[in-house]
Each structure stands twice: as C-alpha cells, then as structure tokens.
C-alpha cells in the first residue's frame, strides 16, 4: 500500500488507523456475523455503537448535559436551512456575518424564513480577513448570531468569538470542529458536515443547547425538527449508520491522541511550518491576513497562473495532491486537519523550498 | 468469519462479495493512495464513481434519458417531504393511497402542503391487503398518485400497478427496488431509501420524469430542489460519497447475477419456499392476505406469545436473526431481499419443520 498526503479541503484525509480499523471489521463486524452497514439499526449492538460515539464526542468537546447531540443528514448545507427553521420564529430576526462563501449561503438560505441582517461583512477584502464583532452590532432582539468558525475557501478564522451580549451564537464550525479547542457554553448552537475533521461525508453533527429547541416551524420538512430529533435519539428515520459508526472511530482516535487540546497544539505546529515558509520566502503569498490565518486551511499564491499549474503539478509527483485553491481565491490551499500527519506538511514545506530554490 | 443470516428489515444483508471488495479497498482504492471516504467529491476519480454508479442503476432499472437520476440524503422519509414540495402546486391536491405505516407517515406529511386525498386505505383490516385502484377513484387535476409498492411492516405488494388515467404515479419503492422488474415508464417518480436493496443507510435514490421537475416550492430547504440536484449531478453540496461507492457496487453485483429480472427469478423462489412451507402449516399462519403477498418481507404468525419468543430463540441460536415482525403485526418478518441466499432462506424452512415437529 501506498499512502498519499491528501490536502483536500473536504472530503479529506481520515487517520489510518481508523480506516485500518474500519477494513478489519467491515465484512465481519467484531463477531456479531455482519457488517456495520448491515445491522438494524434498531438492535442493541447498533444502539451501543451510537451510544458510545455521542459519549465519545461529548468527552472530545466536553459537551455539558444541557445540550443535545444530534446526527443528521444533509451535511452542514442542510443545517442552513434547518437552524432558522427552528430558532427563528415566524416574522422573527436573526444576525449572520459574511466571511466566506458558506456565510453567505447559510444567510440567502436564512432569508427564505425571516429577516436576515447581515451585521458585519468582508466581502469588499475578498475575505482576508474576520470583521471585529462587538454587541452594539447586533440587532435588538434578534434570534441568534450566526458565524461560520473557520472559511475552509479563504483559510480565515476568528481570532476571538464575537461578543453578543446575551444573544445566542450560531456557529458553522464545519472545518474546524474538534481541530482547534472551543467552549461549547460559549454557542448556542454548533453544527458541522462531517466530511472534514469527523469522517466520510453525509452526515451534519448538531450541538444545541436544550432550551433553545422545541419551537419547529410548522409546515417544514419533518426531519429537520431538533426536538424530535432529540427525542428519539437521532433515530426518527434510518440514521446514517455507517457514518456515524466511522465518526465515532474518529473521536475514539482524537481522544487517544490526547484529546481536541493536544490535536490543537499539533494542529498549531503543522500550520506553523507553513506559514512560516510563507513568511520568508520571496515567492509565496499568504492569502488571509495575518490575524485571521486558519490552522486548518492555509491559503498562498504564487506569482503567476504558470507557476501555480507548475508547482501543483510537482507536488502531485511527490504524492502532495489536492493542492489547488478554490477558483475564488486561485493558488494554492493546503487543507491539514487532525488527520494529515507533521510528515505530510514537512514534505509539502520541502517541496516549497525546493520549488522556490529553482525558480530563483 | 462466521456470517449469520440476517433477516432484518432494513438496513439489511449486503452481498459479502461487495463486502469483500469494499474491505479490500478500504484504506487504498485501487491505487489511488486514500479511501473512497477521504476522497474530494470534485475530483475525476470520484466523479468517475458516481457517473458509473448512476450508469449501472441505469443499466439495472432500463431507466430512459428522459428521468434524471438523483442521489440525496434524508432517506425515503425525507422523501415524504421532498415529493410534495417540487410536484404538488401551492393549493394543488395530491391522492394517496394507505397501504401502511410509512404510506401513511407519506401522507401526513404531505398535508403539510396541499390537499391530500386518501384515495383508497386497508387500514381497517390491518394492511393485510392492497385496495384495488381504478381511475374513478382519483381526484381529477391531482398533481400525482402515491404508492408503496411493497409495505416493510405489512409484507403485501400491489399484485398490478395502479391505472391511473394519465395521472403521474409516484412511488415509494424502498423495500422492493432492484427485487422484481418495474418499468420506469409506468411512473412519474420512483424513490427508495438505500438501506434495504441498495446499500448502507442514509441516502434515497430519485428516479423522475424531467419534465415533472422545475416546479420547486419558494421558501423550502435548498437540498430538497430536484432541479438543483439534476443539474448539479447531485452534487449541489458534498454528496454521500461512500454511500454512493457502495450502491454502487451493489448495482454491479445485481448486473453480474443477471440483472433485476434474475433477481426477482430468485426472490420469487425464495419466496414461494417460506410461503409453501406455512401454507403447509398447522402451527404458522401468513400475515398477509395471498394475492398481496411480498416476495420480500415474508409475514407469518404463531398461535401464542410464548410459542413466538420461543420461535425467536431458537432461531437466533442457529445463526437465523433479526426475525420478530414489526410490533403492529406481532409474530415472525423474514426480510428476503437481494443479498439473502437461497441457503439462509433453507436454513429458515429447515428451521421452521424441526420447529414445527417439536411442537405438534
């Protein structure tokens, strides 16, 4: 077998020792006769899995009891939709801030269920950079605030969670969840597609604080209704089993590395080796601006459309693929959540002054 | 390995040829250096999955170019929502037929957003048989006509399709896609939840006349948009990518065994084995009324409680599991869809004689 570093920015690299894992048991699922992708899910050996991956994440994130955990479908674009069908009440109002071209979608999708104002944007930058939040911002009254914690396009993240005086915080944590360490009593309401830091695609986790749910838009799609959710344990339908079952081999994975704190620390390592790179070469551009700068997606440019194609074309050679950056942006993204090893990020940093060495 | 035969109503069985391969694949597909689940979605490799596996459900259904093919998350019970909103106009009415439990969850739903007649209902006899429909019955201008052409719970399937008089016939075919020959030209729509012939949970297939689409309700969720989903090939936002692979790989599979209508070939005798078997029976009564009897969910009682539980022990200590029938039928459900051999299906009947006998 041969391993590549893969720097996509979602679908994206998943521990090998998950996956190894996951091959074992796939046929045969420890004993039971049967894969995972096979069971009932209404039987005790499928309850256990789901069970113990909640408890796993609550232990990673340290999720009080007074919050819910959810497993949903529709990746984090679902939750788009289902946030303001059940925090935003008929005729109600809620606050988002564009920082990327999540936010955005998150909001226009919000816009079909209430007032949505827009507090605080960086759009004209292009989104290098996180607008300053402060509570006189915000809107009396509204719902909530809706932030996305970290722009998986633009490689920026808040450097500080905004201060909102009492209202709610709504966070898309997609690309950075369990990647970088949070307070969960700091958010309202956290949810996050799977497909980046958590495991295989299809598949929103959701975080809500308890008191929040229980007032689901009449008329919505019933799947989408928090309560209910919660009440039958993420079970109203078939959930997704197998992802869900891959997720809690992830947490299991993040808790046996040390935990969100430790994945940070190395997290900040990995994403240290390449800003610096950046810093002192004379060739590559940081995209984000300085204080904003992701640890989970670092965003550079070269000085032509030639070289990027040039220098992306070397790295897949060297098994460095996934490089390209989003067309909104060009260059090049390089996406390193919890499971790209430090060996994957020194290779991409060696290539980088080999590449800037002979284009001197 | 020890694999059992699993009964279950879904998810169920897997072919452990597709098991086999998937395991095989896991860690490193087919050289690619990552997992099918760590895979970009906007990558060729991927793509070229999805496109084959859009191609081999084409090839396995005889589905003509004039249905899009789509793949989303949520289910058969999202579904129940997503039906509604792109084919029933706002103060449209829609007929519905009750056949069972998720034919009338369907329904409920769907009063979310427009007229529904129930058009024709066996619940007074407990589901155990299928109304006969003839045009007269439906509502002239109803937006379509929905069906379940085979009920999970109830084991009963519509002998023949409804006649419908030119309305569009919409159908939930979960549990019964890929298990006999349909010809898609008979309906308007066609949808299946993954979990019972298809692959793992957490994703339905839809199967729709293109010209019924394009009609999608101002102000319901983004992802439920069958136009949005047909023109993004299904890929509007992250799909289920491994979901997808393993459908996938079942549709091949089928293909290789000879297609649906080998399938059904199969089914039918595995079928008619348990159903001569209790029809030969002092101590096992069918559930289901005989013309409306399923080749795939085989319903049957014993006379007591008792003898019930027994039933299911014994079972379960010879590897026959995850038989007990749905509470609202009480009794034995043995799911036999594609991926059960002839041989579980022997060892049932085998089990059910020596059962029988033990307890004359």
Redesign the interface.
């Known amino acids: 077998?041969?391993?590549?570093y893969?720097f996509?920015?979602?679908?994206?690299?998943?521990p090998?020792s998950v996956?190894?894992q996951?091959?074992?048991d796939?046929?045969?699922y420890q004993?039971?006769?049967?894969?995972v992708?096979?069971?009932?899910?209404r039987?005790p050996v499928y309850e256990d899995i789901l069970s113990r991956t909640e408890c796993s994440l609550r232990s990673c994130m340290g999720i009080p009891d007074q919050y819910a955990v959810l497993f949903m479908?529709?990746?984090?674009?679902?939750q788009?939709?289902?946030v303001p069908?059940n925090l935003l009440p008929e005729g109600g109002c809620a606050d988002y801030t564009q920082t990327g071209q999540f936010s955005s979608k998150a909001a226009s999708?919000a816009k079909?269920?209430g007032t949505i104002n827009i507090v605080a944007s960086s759009k004209a930058d292009n989104y290098t950079h996180i607008p300053h939040i402060t509570p006189d911002m915000l809107t009396p009254g509204a719902s909530y605030l809706h932030i996305t914690t970290n722009n998986t396009i633009f490689g920026t993240t808040y450097p500080r969670l905004p201060e909102t005086g009492g209202i709610p915080l709504v966070a898309d944590m997609s690309s950075n969840i369990l990647g970088q360490v949070y307070d969960v009593k700091d958010f309202g309401l956290i949810y996050a597609?799977a497909?980046k830091n958590m495991?295989?695609?299809?598949?929103a986790v959701v975080i809500v604080r308890r008191d929040l749910m229980g007032h689901f838009r009449?008329?919505?799609?019933?799947?989408?209704d928090y309560q209910l959710m919660a009440d039958n344990d993420s079970m109203?339908?078939?959930?997704?089993?197998?992802?869900i079952y891959?997720a809690g081999l992830v947490y299991d994975w993040v808790l046996k590395m040390g935990g969100v704190a430790e994945m940070e620390k190395i997290n900040r390592h990995k994403a240290g080796l390449l800003y610096d790179m950046i810093d002192n070469s004379t060739l590559y551009t940081g995209a984000a601006q300085r204080p904003y700068r992701s640890i989970m997606n670092v965003t550079f440019t070269l000085p032509s459309d030639e070289l990027t194609r040039e220098f992306l074309q070397g790295a897949q050679q060297q098994?460095l693929?996934?490089l390209k950056g989003h067309r909104s942006v060009g260059g090049i993204r390089a996406s390193i959540y919890n499971a790209m090893p430090v060996e994957g990020v020194e290779a991409l940093v060696s290539y980088m002054k080999s590449f800037e060495l002979a284009h001197k």
Request: aromatic letters at 6%; proline letters at 7%.
């Open positions: 077998m041969s391993r590549i893969n996509s920015a979602g679908p994206s690299m998943l090998v996956l190894e996951a091959a074992k796939l046929v045969d004993g039971t006769g049967m894969s992708m096979e069971m009932s899910h039987t479908q529709g990746g984090a674009t679902m788009f939709s289902a069908l999708e079909k269920y597609g497909q495991g295989p695609a299809g598949m009449a008329g919505a799609p019933v799947l989408l109203y339908n078939t959930p997704p089993c197998w992802t891959m098994g693929v996934n």
